[in-house]
């Protein structure tokens, strides 16, 4: 039987959590519940809500509540303030740049959000054919306030490794072998298509090899009729 503190989290520790984030004034800005989305307005249809898994100290959350889950246990509560250094930065009246509106493939407007390059910002002001645009994140230089609960400790290594994939790829995994030090994850075909999976993948494998015992990490993709008629048809849309 465990006692209190056994399941104490530190840094390193797997942890699935539920979380909002609000601003100083009570503003929801951010949530893993789909009913306060909705609640707030703040609701995206393309946005999966749900409880997260954060590996402990590892930037998965800002640095703010990385820091307040060490030490908590398994079923907490609690809230925690996060001050701008701690959460999206201080405000830098420097990180702002004037462009051509030609520059832009659709006519801006002021509070866009824009990618100019490799950088995302808000358009701030027009002025005739000149676009301001300020590249701080719109929540820099202000505080965050997060009400969040702790609602397991992931200790089973096929969890972790799911929990991996859920973390940096968004695909949820279904069956995991051991072997030895071997782990074989089977992913089903339509995988392969997300971008965001390719790329993710090998965080997970650096990942999985950094914190848990195991030598080789093995992706399996699965076939049957019906997921590569669900392909096929996917690629044809992205295509047209």
């Known amino acids: 039987m465990l006692k209190k503190g056994d399941e ?3 840094k390193g520790d797997f942890v699935k959590l539920s979380y909002t984030a609000k601003l ?7 949530t893993t519940i789909k009913e306060v989305a909705e609640k707030h307005g703040i609701y995206n249809e393309n946005t999966k809500y749900g409880d997260i898994y954060v590996v402990v100290g590892e930037g998965h959350v800002l640095s703010g509540l990385d820091e307040d889950l060490i030490g908590k246990e398994v079923g907490y509560k609690g809230t925690v303030t996060v001050p701008p250094e701690k959460g ?3 405000y830098d009246p420097n990180k702002k740049d004037t462009f051509s509106i030609t520059k832009f493939t659709e006519k801006p407007k002021i509070g866009q959000r824009v990618r100019i390059g490799e950088k995302i910002g808000t358009v701030e002001r027009i002025i005739g054919r000149k676009v301001l645009v300020d590249f701080n994140h719109p929540f820099a230089g202000k505080t ?3 009400e969040y609960e702790i609602k397991d400790k992931v200790e089973k ?3 972790k490794i799911r929990a991996l994939f859920t973390i940096y790829t968004g695909v949820e995994i279904k069956n995991v072998t051991l072997k030895d030090k071997k782990a074989v994850v089977e992913v089903s075909t339509d995988s392969y298509l997300n971008q965001l999976f390719l ?3 090998y965080k997970v494998a650096k990942d999985a090899f950094r914190f848990l015992d195991i030598e080789e990490l093995e992706i399996v993709e699965k076939f049957n009729k019906e997921a590569l008629k669900t392909v096929e048809e996917k690629s044809q849309k992205t295509e047209s």
């Open 24 to 30: 100083e004034d009570g503003t929801v800005i951010d």
């Open 8 to 10: 104490m989290i530190a």
């Open 144 to 146: 965050i306030k997060f």
């Open 199 to 201: 790329i993710g993948r």
């Open 88 to 90: 999206f930065g201080n």
């Open 157 to 159: 290594l096929e969890d």
